[in-house]
């Protein structure tokens, strides 16, 4: 199965705000309340929101492709676009999802290889991102690449308050 990734512009924000909401619903409805699942999704899955996104040069987001279909996401950020100040030292992988029926065939072991050699490329010494303490398949994932927690945030799913990890691996 061939993989490819095409970095995504501005004529694709509905379509990336559609596949954003998807797989946060796939991910997280199961072990969260609707309401908050709910309000939380007004809020952040605007196309002005999915716009801005794409128009912020110090982010990448890129389409992984598998046989031209859409398969999942991952959204890197660097210097000020990081959602906590790590400075210009460190890459962020704000995200990376794939959809459930592409799951478990290393197409996020791609995504992620894709964004440690970015940060690689560009001289960085560290990759960061910042994970929900419960999302256990994700934990597993980050550990088996070589990421450790460094820190935590508080995260807000409409009014509940969660707790994401951050974690990093050197390079
Ligand atoms: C986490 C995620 C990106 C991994 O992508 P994936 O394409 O399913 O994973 P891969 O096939 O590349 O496998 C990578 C590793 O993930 C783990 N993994 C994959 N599928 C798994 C499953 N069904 N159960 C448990 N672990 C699994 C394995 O450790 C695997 O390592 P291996 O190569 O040693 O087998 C994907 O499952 C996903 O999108 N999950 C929902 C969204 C999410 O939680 N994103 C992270 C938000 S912080």
């Known amino acids: ?5 095409k970095r995504v512009d501005l004529t694709e924000a509905e379509q990336l705000l559609a596949l954003r909401q998807q797989t946060f619903f796939d991910a997280f409805a199961a072990q969260n309340d609707p309401v908050h699942m709910q309000a939380y999704a007004e809020k952040v899955f605007t196309i002005e929101n999915t716009i801005a996104e794409l128009s912020n ?4 987001i890129y389409f992984a492709l ?6 999942g996401y991952v959204k890197l950020n660097f210097n000020d676009a990081q959602t906590e ?6 890459l962020e992988l704000e995200r990376i999802y794939v959809l ?5 065939q290393k197409i996020g072991k791609y995504l992620m290889d894709y964004a440690i050699n970015k940060a ?4 960085k010494k560290y990759i960061w991102l910042g994970v929900w303490e419960h999302n256990q398949k994700a934990l597993a994932f980050y550990h088996s690449k070589g990421f450790v927690v ?13 707790n994401d990890l951050l974690m990093k691996k050197l390079l």
């Open 57 to 60: 040069p110090e982010s990448e």
């Open 100 to 104: 459930e029926k592409f799951q478990g």
């Open 150 to 162: 460094f820190g935590s945030h508080p995260f807000k799913l409409g009014t509940d308050n969660q």
């Open 120 to 123: 690689i490329e560009t001289n």
């Open 85 to 90: 100040p790590q400075g210009s030292e460190a």
């Open 1 to 5: 199965m061939a993989v490819t990734l």
């Open 66 to 71: 598998v046989d031209n279909e859409v398969a």
